[in-house]
């Protein structure tokens, strides 16, 4: 089941780190509009999700991140980072994912 927002909604772009702040293959929890979110690195490309793990609301930002896949630090379900999609059992509900924009070295994150 996907949780990628609709595509009609409105979406507002919010500064929240600079490029430096995650390096490759790493992830950061920032707090956006009522919402945690994860910001991940991937090989230099930005990408964001909910920082909650589907199945048990685990913190994914605290979890281990591996050729695209994040893997929850509480039962160790994965997600592919690209694209929130539930990847091995426990989990089995896709993680929201939302849009990136750099701007110089200014990351925003885009919440409709
Ligand atoms: Fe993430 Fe259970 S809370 S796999």
């Known amino acids: 089941m996907s949780t990628t927002p609709d595509a009609a909604a409105p979406c507002q772009f919010h500064a929240v780190l600079r490029t ?3 390096e490759p ?3 950061r929890h920032v707090a ?3 919402r945690e979110v994860a910001v991940f690195n991937i090989d230099g490309e930005f990408f964001a999700t909910s920082d909650r793990c589907t199945h048990m609301r685990a913190r994914l930002s605290d979890g ?3 050729a695209g896949v994040i893997e929850c ?3 160790f379900g ?3 980072i690209r694209t929130g999609r539930a990847l091995s059992p426990p989990c089995k509900i ?3 994912v939302y849009p990136v924009r750099i701007d110089g070295d200014s990351l925003s ?3 409709s």
Do not use: S
């Open 32 to 34: 956006l509009a009522g």
């Open 64 to 66: 281990y991140v591996q």
């Open 25 to 27: 293959g790493q992830v």
């Open 94 to 96: 896709d993680l929201a």
């Open 78 to 80: 994965k997600f592919d």
């Open 73 to 75: 630090p509480l039962h």
């Open 20 to 22: 430096a702040d995650v």
């Open 109 to 111: 994150v885009g919440v």
